[in-house]
């Protein structure tokens, strides 16, 4: 007993000097209180570390700021020529190269032209704006790849199966489109195609009842770059896997975009909507232009309307076995009014996101 | 049976609160004790409630207040199914997280005994729902293990959104002459598949160790150190599972005097307890009295008196997380041993009439900033007795009192400076008479103050008790109840007290000061 009495009292002190051992971490929990408490200042304003820019060379272009408190922030590169905008966002108190770098990419349609750009920062709780360096594209950035095209909508013969259900507009529609916002006084919105000369258009002035608008569908043997009756990525892994489009918002706030990945679960070259799986992935629209979005596969998620997808025949999101893409207008709940969005250059990639 | 008369200037002018409320209640506890055969006991206490404008009927409650079985199998595993109290260890499963806590003099203990008797808190147990069983076995090396596993019900599902949540506990612990050691675990989790539309579930568990046994003949060790996991399930925006350690270690040293004990210990800011970090007292609750005042109708903040004899503002059970507290009553441990992101230092000493805590803390993180808390709490009871004219005169004390400190930010420009800094404190004392001029009959008085001064800032958590943001908190809190009064002893099991009590809040924060007087009548009858 005397040797346990021992051990005891050996297991006191180590556990007594783990204490003191344990006793000191520099870490912080919570946000900080200068972030919350502390005023806003600018201590250093927004600028670049280079004024020209060759994309083609591979160069990037290094934006930093200096802020007193750590807020959100959103930093904007506009093409003064073609318009084209890329948006960079951030919560950093010291914005710097790495969290803040341009490498030619656009957040909104149309890609960028060798042209001067402006740049600004601005915040999403402070009114203030930050105008910075000029930067210069002398060349322009490769056009990235991507796996498959669904459509670019320039091909009027593409079969598009499309479905309404209040009265809507659901077409493909060529060069500029004007679109009624059904405002009083009348007003109308201006549409060029994000690419090319043809888009897919889907609006409405819904009442609150109506919830679905308007869909389209498009099976993957009709498809710009048609694999078969199935698409065909390569991979089975939804984690490498990304669906892509350019998607027009009008900014009316209370649309949403669903997209829908029909799987053939029991490869009979039918899509049977009562026992085969359909995944789906939302987007609130809440943008006005062109905007690039990009949804990796394993976002998507199995359907829970009874009888439009939620069975799923195999239990599993099935890469193989997507035969249609599906995409609809939603209205978000208990709104009224317009609600519309573009569609353009439907597309997947491979591994990353396509960053035009 | 109770009258109330609001006071204070919070009632000048006020139309809309009623100057004088009475109320009170006629509790009937009968309990039925049945003996089916020498190994099984079933004990059923039934509560008839009368109200006091309850005439012919009106305003009776009548509910099974306790149900549970108990028994032996084969006489080696003990059970108890139904009704089950719950504890185990302060830094696992302990109910003692209250605000004014124990030490009052005898005129206010009739009323937190009561709140524990009420709430089923006595001995620090947590009342729940299940079964609780263990047993003894003979384990080599140990003279016997012990162990024990302990299923219940934390929360009913609504069978759409909220699903169920269980409690579970294990325990074993191994004992060999004077030494002990012991494994626990506590584990609060949802069982999703009981709620239709909802496939969320959270569960927080907690594993422990300890050990305890002697040094010397007056001397004596204990220690306990273990993790928490806590996970979420089918919550897209939960953050991702998270283990975080505790431990703590003692001593106590019996002198004639009386005894020593010394304990340091260590909780980590992530360590969640829902067995030893539930409050018992809900600050989010109205008042059973003037819950709001003034003609803008503003919610009264809960005052000593509530505390004291409000039993609707204690919890009844276990919640999965860190719940709001009030500095005003407690900064420095406010979940108790298990308060997270704490290192402290206590040193306590237990006489035959005085009793002293004092606690050295300070946080294991900065919250919010890299400098931490440091925290300092004092807590002292004594009694003294002697005789008055004959008759013995008692008289007991207890002051408590706490300090939190913290600088502020420096050195980041204008607009910055003390940004952060807190300086905080919080007393109460107690004090109270009472005299025996006849053997069944005692003059009591008593006098409670609690006072609060300063600037903290108060971390408002999401519902993943997360730190999200915080609120900078400043008092100036006084309040003052002091009461006195009689009892009479009627026979051995009942008395009559009758007390007269004034209190008077002053809370910079209030929209005025708030007097309270109140008489009541408290019959009790045990048999």
């Known amino acids: ?356 | 049976m109770q009258h109330d008369a609001l006071g204070g200037s919070v009632a000048d002018g006020d139309t809309v609160t009623p100057a004088r409320v009475m109320g009170g209640a006629a509790v009937f506890d009968f309990g039925i004790r049945a003996r089916p055969d020498a190994a099984t006991e079933v004990v059923a206490v039934t509560r008839v409630t009368s109200s006091l404008d309850g005439f012919w009927g009106q305003g009776v409650g009548f509910g099974v207040r306790e149900l549970y079985a108990r028994g032996l199998i084969r006489g080696v595993v003990r059970y108890r199914i139904g009704d089950v109290d719950l504890h185990l260890t302060p830094l696992t499963l302990s109910n003692r997280n209250t605000d004014l806590g124990g030490g009052h003099p005898e005129m206010l203990r009739v009323w937190s005994d009561w709140i524990d008797y009420d709430r089923f808190y006595r001995g620090g147990m947590w009342r729940q729902q299940g079964v609780d069983a263990d047993a003894v076995l003979a384990v080599r090396p140990f003279d016997e293990v012990a162990i024990r596993g302990i299923l219940a019900k934390n929360r009913g599902t609504d069978y759409f959104f909220t699903p169920d949540r269980l409690l579970g506990a294990w325990e074993a612990v191994g004992t060999r002459d004077s030494l002990r050691i012991g494994y626990r675990g506590v584990s609060l989790f949802d069982v999703p598949t009981t709620a239709q539309f909802s496939e969320a579930a959270t569960a927080t568990t907690v594993h422990t160790v300890n050990g305890s046994g002697p040094l010397t003949p007056h001397g004596s060790w204990g220690a306990e150190a273990g993790i928490s996991h806590r996970s979420h399930e089918g919550l897209p925006e939960a953050p991702e599972p998270a283990t975080a350690e505790v431990a703590e270690a003692w001593t106590r040293w019996t002198r004639p005097a009386g005894a020593w004990t010394f304990t340091v210990r260590h909780v980590a800011s992530g360590f969640r307890s829902a067995g030893a970090q539930s409050r018992q007292v809900d600050f989010g609750a109205t008042a059973a009295t003037w819950p709001f005042v003034t003609n803008r109708e503003v919610v009264r903040s809960l005052t000593p008196a509530d505390l004291l004899q409000d039993g609707g503002v204690y919890r009844p059970a276990i919640a999965p997380g860190l719940q709001a507290y009030s500095p005003i009553y407690r900064a420095v441990e406010p979940y108790g041993p298990a308060t997270p992101n704490r290192q402290s230092l206590t040193a306590g000493f237990a006489g035959k009439s005085v009793a002293i805590e004092a606690i050295l803390a300070q946080e294991a993180v900065g919250e919010g900033i890299a400098e931490r808390r440091r925290m300092a709490a004092l807590q002292a009871t004594a009694s003294h007795t002697e005789l008055l004219a004959g008759r013995p005169l008692r008289i007991d004390g207890l002051l408590r009192t706490e300090r939190t400190a913290r600088p502020g930010l420096a050195d980041l420009g204008p607009g910055f400076d003390g940004i952060g800094e807190v300086d905080w404190m919080n007393a109460r004392a107690e004090l109270g008479v009472q005299w025996e001029p006849e053997p069944d009959a005692a003059l009591h008085a008593a006098v409670l103050a609690v006072t609060a001064r300063g600037t903290d800032y108060l971390a408002v958590r999401d519902g993943y008790d997360r730190i999200t943001d915080y609120t900078a908190f400043d008092a100036t809190y006084t309040a003052w109840l002091a009461t006195a009064g009689v009892m009479y002893r009627f026979t051995p099991s009942s008395r009559l007290n009758i007390q007269y009590r004034t209190q008077w809040v002053d809370d910079a924060d209030a929209p005025g000061t708030f007097g309270w007087n109140q008489w009541t009548f408290l019959y009790t009858l045990f048999f």
């Open chain 1, 1 to 356: 007993m005397n040797s346990v009495i021992q051990h005891g009292r050996g297991l006191w002190a180590v556990a007594a000097m783990g204490l003191l051992v344990g006793c000191t971490k520099p870490e912080i929990e919570g946000p900080e209180l200068q972030d919350l408490f502390g005023p806003f200042e600018v201590l250093e304003g927004l600028s670049a570390d280079r004024s020209e820019v060759n994309f083609a060379a591979g160069e990037q272009v290094g934006f930093t700021a200096k802020l007193s408190i750590r807020t959100d922030w959103k930093l904007e590169i506009i093409g003064l020529e073609s318009g084209a905008r890329k948006v960079i966002e951030g919560r950093e108190r010291d914005i710097r190269a790495e969290v803040a770098a341009w490498d030619g990419t656009i957040t909104f349609a149309p890609l960028f032209a060798e042209e001067a750009c402006a740049t600004r920062l601005t915040f999403v709780e402070f009114p203030d704006t930050l105008w910075g360096d000029t930067v210069v594209v002398t060349g322009l950035r490769t056009a990235p790849e991507v796996a498959l095209v669904v459509s670019d909508f320039e091909n009027p013969a593409q079969p598009v199966a499309s479905f309404t259900e209040p009265v809507s507009t659901n077409l493909r529609a060529t060069g500029t489109y004007y679109q009624n916002l059904f405002t009083s006084p009348p007003s109308f919105a201006t549409v060029e195609p994000a690419q090319g000369s043809g888009m897919w258009i889907m609006s409405a002035n819904h009442v609150p009842a109506n919830i679905f608008i308007c869909g389209a569908a498009i099976d993957a043997a009709q498809a710009t770059t048609s694999t078969g009756t199935y698409f065909d990525f390569g991979t089975l892994n939804p984690e490498h896997v990304y669906f892509n489009a350019l998607v027009y918002g009008f900014g009316d706030g209370i649309s949403r975009l669903q997209i829908g990945l029909k799987e053939d679960d029991n490869l009979d070259g039918t899509y049977d909507r009562f026992t085969e799986g359909a995944y789906n992935a939302e987007v609130p629209i809440d943008w006005v232009g062109w905007k690039v979005v990009s949804i990796r596969a394993d976002a998507f998620l199995r359907s829970t309307i009874g009888g439009y997808g939620n069975n799923d025949a195999t239990g599993r999101q099935d890469l193989d076995r997507i035969m249609q893409l599906e995409f609809l207008l939603l209205a978000q709940e208990q709104t009224t009014g317009f609600v519309g969005h573009g569609l353009d250059f439907l597309n997947f990639t491979v591994y990353e996101p396509w960053r035009p």
